[in-house]
């Protein structure tokens, strides 16, 4: 019950694929073919990953779980590779300060409000805590009182991508 897709397959695979194949899941290689040295984005959509893979090289992450154990993930993923981090709408920000310790190389974070909510008042105001992320995208709308927040808890961003209710805000 613990599968995860992979992109960046070969060419005669498609784009997105089930990993590890098993029940009701195909493997479309004519031979043989180890995806962990190749993959680079990988999306987990369970809370526990059951796979002795190890993915050396992920460049992108996407957790969509509630509930992810980083010590089993970091047992089947280089977190070093990684530059981007996709955050599903049920992540939690201890989650988030977790994996930024193991993965000093994130500059890009992409999350829902709802998540981000989280993040935001899970600090104190005036607090540089993700001085790393140069590219930030919140997928909905941001309120006004959060904007001073950001600047705080992001003061090194290049790319910000989000959604304002009023255009003065801006």
């Not at 990993?19 to 899941?25: E, V």
């Not at 460049?59 to 977190?79: G, H, P, R, Y």
């Not at 105001?125 to 600047?151: A, F, G, R, S």
């Amino acid at each position: 019950n613990s599968c995860a897709r992979l992109f960046s397959v070969p060419h005669f695979s498609p784009k997105v694929d089930w990993y590890p194949p098993g029940d009701g899941f195909s493997n479309y290689s004519l031979t043989p073919y180890s995806f962990n040295d190749d993959c680079t984005e990988l999306r987990v959509y369970f809370s526990e990953v059951v796979t002795s893979s190890f993915f050396k090289h992920i460049q992108t992450l996407s957790l969509e779980c509630a509930k992810n154990n980083i010590d089993q993930l970091q047992n089947n993923i280089n977190f070093l590779s990684i530059n981007n981090l996709k955050l599903g709408p049920s992540i939690q920000y201890i989650l988030l300060d977790q994996i930024f310790q193991i993965a000093p190389n994130i500059s890009q974070l992409s999350m829902t409000r709802r998540t981000f909510a989280q993040i935001l008042d899970s600090h104190p105001n005036n607090v540089k805590v993700y001085e790393q992320i140069t590219k930030l995208i919140v997928k909905d709308i941001v309120l006004d009182t959060d904007i001073n927040k950001i600047c705080y808890m992001f003061p090194k961003l290049q790319h910000i991508s989000l959604s304002l209710r009023e255009p003065e805000n801006v």
